[in-house]
C-alpha cells in the first residue's frame, strides 16, 4: 500500500547554501517531501539562478532542477537582526546546511554552538571543499578542486593529454548525495538520542570515497592508476565501440559473456588462446577490440543492441538528451517529468530517484522566485505584516 505521505513530511530544513553541493542535498530532501527553505540575501541570490549554458528567454534550465520543491525566504544574515531571525527559524527546524567556507557561520553568530543552544534536536549538515577541520579547511574549495585533491581527475581523460573532466559538476553532486546520507544518519541517530549532531561533508573526502582500491594498489602493491581513456586496462572487452551511426558501449569481460559476444560476431574468438581466458584479453585487449570495433562499424547502433539483446551480452547506446528523451524505457519508469513553470511552461528534468515502492518522492511545484515565500514564513515564527514591512526597508529581507 502507497502511503500518501512522502517519506520526509513534516521534516523542516533550513538551506543557506548556494551553487551546487549544498542546494543539491537540499534537492534531495525536498524530493522526498521534507519542508526545505532556501535562504538567499536579499540584494545577492544564488548565482545559480542564471546559471547553464542554454537559457530559455533569458531564464536559467538549471535553476528549476536544483530548487524544485523549495521555498524561498530572502534574509541578509550579515546583520544581527537577520541572524536573530535565522534563530527563530532554526527553534523549529530540523536539519540546517550550509556550504561556505567553514568559520562563516561562526563570524555570523551562528554556529553550531549556538544553533545547538537553541534546538538541541538540529542537524546541521555542512559541506566545504576540505571539511571543517585540518590545516587546509580555511581554503575555499570547488568541485573541480576537490576532483584534483581526491584523486579523480588524475584518471579522467586520455592518458597522452592532459586530466579531463565530466561535463557535471561530479564533485559537487556526489557531496551532495553524500550529505544528504549523513542527514538522515544524523536524524536517525537523534530518534535514539534526541540530540542533533554536524554532519561534516567535505568535497575531497566524497570524491575518494569513489576511487575503489586505488589507495592500497599504490601503498602496497606500488601501482598507481593512470589515464586510459574510454577503456579499463587489463578488462576486455569492455568500452566504447563504434558503429555505422554512433556509439555503443558493450561489456562482455566474462568467459560466458565473451563466448556470447564471439558467438554473436560468428568468431572462434572465445576458443582462441589469446582471448579464451580474462588475462588473456586484458594482455591482447587492444587488438581484441580493434576486431570488435571492425565488426560494429559495419552495423547500426540499432542492429548492434538487438543483436546484443538476443545474444544476452550487456550493451547500450551513448546517450545525449535527444537520446534520452525519446527513449521508451526512461518514459515508461518516468525518468523524466515535466514539471509547470510559470515563465518556462513544461519543464523536462529528471525525475526523483531513487524510487521506493511505499513512500515515493515527487516534484510539486518548480523553482521559487526570489522571496516568494518571505512573508509566509515570517509570519510562521511570529513576525507581522507591519514588522516584515520594516525589515523589507532596512534590507534585512
Known amino acids: ?9 513534516g521534516l523542516r530544513v533550513i538551506e543557506l547554501g548556494q551553487l551546487i553541493a549544498g542546494p543539491f542535498c537540499g534537492q534531495l530532501l525536498g524530493d522526498f517531501g521534507a519542508e526545505v527553505i532556501k535562504i538567499e540575501p536579499p540584494d545577492a541570490p544564488d548565482p545559480a539562478r542564471g546559471w547553464g549554458a542554454a537559457k530559455v528567454d533569458g531564464q536559467s534550465l538549471f535553476w528549476p532542477i536544483i530548487a524544485r ?18 534563530k527563530e527559524l532554526a527553534k523549529s527546524a530540523d536539519v540546517l546546511i550550509e556550504n561556505f567556507r567553514p568559520g562563516t557561520l561562526e563570524r555570523w553568530n551562528i554556529g553550531p554552538d549556538v544553533l545547538h543552544q537553541i534546538n538541541p534536536g538540529l542537524v546541521i549538515t555542512r559541506i ?51 550529505a544528504a546520507l549523513g542527514t538522515m544518519m544524523a536524524l536517525f541517530s537523534r530518534e535514539r538520542t534526541g540530540k542533533g549532531q554536524v554532519v561534516d561533508a567535505a568535497i575531497y573526502e566524497t570524491v575518494m570515497a569513489f576511487m575503489e582500491s586505488l589507495i592500497p594498489e599504490y601503498a602496497l602493491a ?29 561489456g562482455a569481460n566474462q568467459d560466458t559473456l565473451f563466448r556470447r559476444l564471439a558467438d554473436m560476431c560468428g ?49 547500450g547506446p551513448v546517450n545525449t538528451a535527444k537520446d534520452m528523451l525519446a527513449d521508451a524505457h526512461i518514459a515508461a519508469r518516468e525518468a523524466i517529468i515535466r514539471v509547470a513553470h ?14 521506493l515502492s511505499g513512500t515515493p518522492g515527487g516534484v510539486k511545484k518548480s523553482s521559487p522566485a526570489l522571496g516568494e515565500n518571505t512573508g509566509e514564513i515570517l509570519s510562521t515564527i511570529g513576525y507581522d505584516e507591519a514588522e516584515q514591512q520594516s525589515l523589507r526597508q532596512e534590507g534585512i529581507i
Not at 520543491?69 to 535565522?86: A, D, F, M, V, Y
Not at 582471448?275 to 576486431?291: F, V, W
Not at 510559470?342 to 524510487?355: A, E, I, N, T, Y
Open 342 to 355: 510559470p515563465l518556462l511552461g513544461d519543464v523536462p528534468m529528471q525525475g526523483v530517484f531513487p524510487k
Open 267 to 315: 568468431t572462434d574468438w572465445a576458443d582462441d588462446p589469446r582471448y579464451a581466458s580474462h588475462d588473456a584479453r586484458g594482455e591482447n585487449q587492444l587488438e581484441l577490440d580493434g576486431k570488435i570495433s571492425l565488426w560494429t562499424k559495419q552495423r547500426t547502433v540499432a542492429d548492434v543492441l538487438a543483436l546484443c539483446e538476443a545474444y544476452g551480452v550487456p550493451c
Open 222 to 250: 606500488g601501482h598507481t592508476r593512470e589515464r586510459t581513456g574510454p577503456i579499463l586496462p587489463k578488462v576486455a572487452p569492455s568500452g566504447v565501440y563504434p558503429c555505422s551511426d554512433g556509439l555503443v558501449i558493450i
Open 128 to 178: 566545504s571543499g576540505y571539511g571543517q577541520t585540518g590545516p587546509e579547511s580555511h581554503k575555499a574549495g570547488y568541485a573541480s578542486v576537490g576532483e584534483a585533491k581526491g584523486g579523480l581527475r588524475h584518471l579522467i581523460g586520455e592518458p597522452d593529454r592532459l586530466p579531463a573532466r565530466a561535463g557535471v559538476s561530479l564533485g559537487d553532486t556526489m557531496t551532495g548525495t553524500f
Open 1 to 9: 500500500m502507497t502511503d500518501p505521505k512522502p517519506p520526509l513530511a
Open 69 to 86: 520543491n523549495k521555498k524561498s525566504l530572502t534574509l541578509n544574515l550579515r546583520t544581527e537582526k537577520g541572524q536573530s531571525i535565522l
